[in-house]
C-alpha cells in the first residue's frame, strides 16, 4: 500500500546525536561527506566507516532500520561498483574477456566507491533518523540566515520546506482515499498502455489538486487569523541552544579532518 | 438480489517488520437480501477497515468474503465483478468528484462497467432523480455545486452503478439536519424502489433505530452485537458500556431505571417509549 512509504524517518531517541544541536549536525554531515571525498587511500576511508560505525552506535539507531534506508540506492551503488570495476584499464589484468578487463586496481576502485557511497548516505540517513523534520528546518533556517543580508527570504523558505514536510503524509492518505474511491467506482488504475494509465490518473489528481488547494486557503487563514506576519520579531518555542555535546562533537570532527589529512599524506597509495 | 456473506474475516495493517495493527479481527456475518443493515462504532473500530473488504479494496489476511456464495477474492475477474456488484460510498464523497460536469462525474463509473452509450444516460439521469438534482445542474462544473449537492451528485455516482448491494461510510457526516433528512430517505427510497441490500455506517443511533432491519455493532475491530435492531437496543446497557451512543429514548428509560422505576430499557424508538409511558403513568396504569 503506498502508505507504507517512508517519509521522513525520524526515530524518537534520546541518544547523544539527538540531543545534539541540529545546526551542529548539519553541519557536521556536511563536513563528512566532504572529508569522504578526500579520503585517498584506505586508511582515510577506513577512519571515516569507523567513524560512521560509532556514529550509529551512538545514535542507537538499530543496524536494520538503517539498512532498509539503503535499499533504495542499492541500485546506484552497484551500478557504480560495476562502472568501476570494467572501466579502471590501469593495474595489472587478472582477467580479459571480450570488451571486458578486470584489473587489480579496478577492484580496489569498486569496492573504494561502494564504501564511500555507502557511508556518505548511511551518515545523511543518520541525521535524519536522530533529527525532527522541524528541527531540520529550523536548523537549516538559522544556518542560511546571513543570506537575509542579500534579502534571500530565508523564513519563508524555511517555512514553506515545514509546510511541505507537513503536508506530505496528509497527502499521501488523501491520495489513498481517492484511489479507494474511484477503484470503487471501477476505476482500472493498473491495467493498459502508457495513454491509458496516464487517463487513469486524472480521477486522482484533479480531487487531489482540488483538496491540496482547499487545504491551502485552509492553512494561510488559520495562520492570518494568528496574526502570523512572516519572521520579523518571531520567537521560537524551542530555541536552539548548543551545548558541551556541541563542542565535544565539533572537536571531534575537527579531528577527524586532521586524522584524514594524515592518512592520506602517510600512505600515499591507494592501498 | 446478492446476498454477502462475511467468514472469519482478519485484517492485519502494517508492513513487514512493523508494529501490526489488528483492525478486524474474526468477524463473521451475513446479509440476507434486501435488508438494511446498520454498522455502528466508535472511530477506529474497524469498521471502515470491514466495509472495504465487501467489494475488495481490501484483501483479507485471513477469511473469505462471499457473494451469493462466491468468493469474491478467488480470482481478478471475481474480484472485479464484486466491484460493480457491491458499490461503496466512502465517508465525504464529495471530495471524489473530478469530471468537467456533473453528468460526466455521474458516468465515469457505469463507463468503467462499459455499458452502451443509451445504457449509461439512463442510469445517469436515473441516478440524478434518485438524488434530486435537477436537469440544469447536470451540465455544470461538480466544483460549482453546493455541499449538499455535491454529495448528492457524488452518491448519485455510486448509485449509478446500480449496484445490488450498496454500502455507505457515514452518507449523512457534516451535513446539516435537512441535508441528512435528504441523504436518508434516497438511501431508504433506492432499497425500497430497486429491493437492494443497503448497508449503513453511521454514528446516529437514531438513523439506525429507524432505518434498518438489522445492527452491528464493532468494538475493537470485533463483532460486539450483532442481530435485528430489537436485539441490539435491547442491550443498551451494554451500548453505554462501549462508550456508544443510544438512542435518546432508551437513554432516558435508562436513567429511569438507574433511578429504580420498574421499567422497560429495550426501547429505541419514540412510539415504543410513548407507549411504554402510557403503560407506567397513564390512566389506569396504577390504580
Known sequence: MIRDVAIG????????????????????????????????????????????????????????????????????????????????????????????????????????????ILSLISVSALLTFTTTPTALTDGIEKLLSPLKLVKVPVHSLAMMMTLALRFIPTLIEEIDRIMSAQKARGADLETGGFIRRAKALLPILIPLFVSAFRRAYDLAYAMECRCYRGGEGRTRMKQMRMGVRDGVAIALFAALTAGIFLLNHFFAHLI | ???????????????????????????SLRVQAGELLGVIGHTGSGKSTLIQHFNGLLTPTSGEVLLDGENIFRDKQATRAARFRVGLCFQYPEYQLFEETVYKDIAFGPRNMQLPQDEIDRRVRR???????????????P???????????????????????????????????????????????????TGSTVILVSHSMEDIARLATKALVMNRGEVALYGTVDEVFSQGERLVAMGLDVPAVTRIFLSLRERGLPVRTDVYTLEQGAAEYLRLFGKGARA
Not at chain 1, 577512519?47 to 556514529?55: E, G, H, N, S
Not at chain 1, 540506492?73 to 590501469?90: G, M, P, Q, R, S
Not at chain 1, 589484468?93 to 578486470?102: A, S, Y
Not at chain 2, 448528492?152 to 441535508?179: F, N, S, W, Y
Open chain 2, 127 to 141: 441516478a440524478a432523480q434518485f438524488v434530486e438534482l435537477p436537469d440544469a445542474l447536470l451540465e455544470k462544473s
Open chain 2, 143 to 193: 466544483f460549482d455545486l453546493s455541499g449538499g449537492e455535491k454529495r448528492r451528485a457524488a452518491i448519485a455516482g455510486v448509485l449509478a452503478m446500480e449496484p445490488e448491494i450498496l454500502v455507505l461510510d457515514e452518507p449523512t457526516a457534516g451535513l446539516d439536519p435537512k441535508g441528512r433528512e435528504t441523504i436518508l430517505s434516497l438511501v431508504a427510497d433506492y432499497r425500497r424502489q
Open chain 1, 9 to 116: 524517518q525520524y526515530l524518537p531517541g534520546h541518544s547523544f546525536l539527538h540531543k545534539m544541536d541540529a545546526r551542529v549536525k548539519i553541519v557536521c554531515t556536511l563536513a563528512f561527506i566532504i572529508a569522504i571525498f578526500l579520503c585517498k587511500n584506505f586508511w582515510s576511508l577506513g577512519l571515516m566507516v569507523f567513524a560512521a560505525l560509532v556514529m550509529t552506535l551512538l545514535s542507537r539507531v538499530p543496524f536494520g532500520q538503517l539498512l532498509r534506508s539503503l535499499r533504495p540506492v542499492a541500485f546506484i551503488l552497484l551500478f557504480t561498483a560495476i562502472l568501476n570495476l570494467f572501466y579502471t584499464k590501469a593495474g595489472n589484468v587478472l582477467w580479459h574477456w571480450k570488451i571486458f578487463t578486470l584489473t587489480d586496481r579496478g577492484i580496489y576502485t569498486a569496492v573504494f566507491m561502494a564504501v564511500r
Open chain 2, 1 to 27: 438480489m446478492a446476498e454477502l456473506e462475511v467468514r472469519s474475516l482478519t485484517h492485519r495493517y502494517g508492513a513487514k517488520h512493523m508494529p501490526q495493527v489488528t483492525a478486524v479481527k474474526d468477524v
